[in-house]
């Protein structure tokens, strides 16, 4: 039996889920551009356990979406989660952000799912995926021209979900090509992975723990006037 508590911060969406036995109990979440997850993320929790009637000490485990993405969402998502699993003792669980938007497709239609979500300038951070959802290509920060995902459009019918759909869609165009920008990480995907792994005793070592911001942090600096 497994109760877990899964945590979605990586980009503009603020989810936190329950599930038991990777069945979602409830979920709650807000998607806005304002990053407001630093006051979202702890009411969110308490609220989520509080209409399932489960108290905090009740939970298994933790499940954190891993990254890419934001990283200042993402920080506050890992610390929240490895602030959780201290205090009650209890494994960490890391889930890989764009494998869980890849978990929203559901088309038969499809040969490859490449989530996209947007980075600066005409830079992505992506990853591939077949039918099964098993990852053939690893997560990459790549730079938009007009030849990017070539090799898959080649072999079959593609789908780009995410919102680094948007700036795909005007430079990379094929026959077999589409897309669907209004995906975003959910915890809602999250909660059949974590299950998986916390049967596997998949979990993270709570103290050495990161996101995977896949790239540096650059500070935005305010032009001198």
């Known amino acids: 039996m497994s109760i877990i508590l899964n945590l979605e911060t990586a980009t503009t969406n603020c989810s936190v889920s329950i599930a038991k036995e990777g069945r979602i109990l409830t979920i709650k979440e807000h998607d806005t551009p304002n990053y407001s997850h630093a006051e979202q993320l702890h009411i969110f929790i308490q609220e989520v356990l509080k209409e399932v009637n489960i108290d905090i000490s009740e939970l298994d485990a933790i499940a954190v979406s891993k990254g890419p993405g934001s990283y200042t969402g993402l920080r506050i998502g890992v610390s929240a989660a490895k602030g959780l699993c201290f205090a ?13 938007m ?14 996209v979500l947007d980075a600066r300038r005409m830079e992505v951070y992506s990853a591939v995926f077949n039918s099964d959802k098993d990852e053939v ?5 790549e730079i938009i021209d007009e030849n990017s995902f070539a090799e898959f459009l080649e072999k079959g019918r593609v789908i780009l979900v995410g919102n680094g759909a948007e700036k795909c869609k ?3 165009s094929h026959p077999n090509l589409s897309f669907d920008t209004s995906v975003v990480p959910s915890a809602n995907e999250m909660a059949q992975l974590s299950h998986k792994k916390f049967k596997a005793d998949h979990f993270e070592d709570v103290a050495y723990f990161e996101p995977y911001y896949l790239k540096d942090f650059i500070l935005q600096q ?3 006037k």
């Open 88 to 100: 009650l003792d209890i494994p960490l669980i890391s889930i890989a952000t764009l494998g869980s």
């Open 222 to 224: 305010k032009k001198k």
């Open 102 to 115: 890849a978990e929203q497709v559901t088309s038969s239609e499809i040969d490859y799912i490449i989530p």
């Open 170 to 172: 005007t430079i990379v």
């Open 137 to 141: 290509r690893a997560t990459e920060a």
